[in-house]
């Protein structure tokens, strides 16, 4: 395996790239993280400045259509996506292949449609052996620590967010890494079964309301 370039551990089997400010919303931090897998490394999420040797990852998975503005030309991975977000993608990377619904990529990384943010927002859940992270993109990200949505009027759907989140609610995992935090704060967090049902609770709570986070 190739080496991998200016990439943090977080924890044992998972690195994150340099934070880049989301030029939309610049208080917000992106970052791409790359899963170290017996069954070949994979890239989740984008940005600009990740870089890597070439073989040093076997795919990368996009959360949704919107990353691919921040599509690397560092990285040599075939590029996989939604069904749905497919065609936006394709104008900006070249899509190897897409799929529609939730499978498994060896034995340890999940693929599950969470449609809502965007009609093809995905979400990943990986068994890393020590730990199970979920990879929820902008479905769910971190604003100075607190788990929030982010619904976009116009574009997003309410009801199938809704369904989404009812969905991750009920994933066990101990670790959310989100495509996006605040600048300068932690962009993962350390959670239990019963914390995650609590705050993914909350955020369905508050679009049933109305809110949009």
Not at 4 to 10: E, F, S
Not at 18 to 45: C, H, K, Q, S, T
Not at 99 to 112: K, Y
Not at 199 to 206: K, L, P, V
Request: proline residues 4%; aromatic residues 8%; glycine residues 8%.
């Amino acid at each position: 395996m190739r080496q991998l370039i200016d990439m943090q551990t977080v924890i044992a089997g998972l690195r994150a790239s340099a934070p880049e400010a989301l030029p939309f919303a610049p208080a917000l931090d992106i970052r791409a993280f790359l899963l170290e897998r017996a069954d070949g490394n994979v890239v989740i999420y984008s940005t600009r400045g990740l870089e890597l040797q070439p073989g040093c990852a076997e795919r990368q998975y996009l959360n949704h259509r919107h990353e691919a503005l921040f599509a690397a030309a560092g990285v040599d991975a075939p590029l996989f996506c939604h069904e749905e977000e497919r065609a936006s993608v394709a104008q900006r990377a070249h899509v190897r292949g897409s799929f529609s619904r939730r499978h498994l990529l060896g034995d340890d990384l999940e693929v599950i449609p969470t449609p809502g943010h965007t009609s093809g927002a995905t979400a990943f859940l990986w068994d890393s052996g020590e730990h199970r992270c979920l990879f929820s993109g902008d479905t769910i990200y971190l604003d100075e620590g607190e788990w929030v949505a982010a619904l976009l009027e116009g574009s997003s759907d309410r009801a199938a967010y809704v369904s989404s989140l009812e969905l991750l609610g009920e994933l066990d995992f101990d670790v959310l890494v989100p495509w996006a935090a605040t600048g300068g704060e932690p962009f993962h967090a350390a959670t239990s079964a019963a914390d995650a049902r609590r705050r993914i609770g909350a955020i369905a709570e508050r679009l049933r309301r109305g809110d949009n986070r």
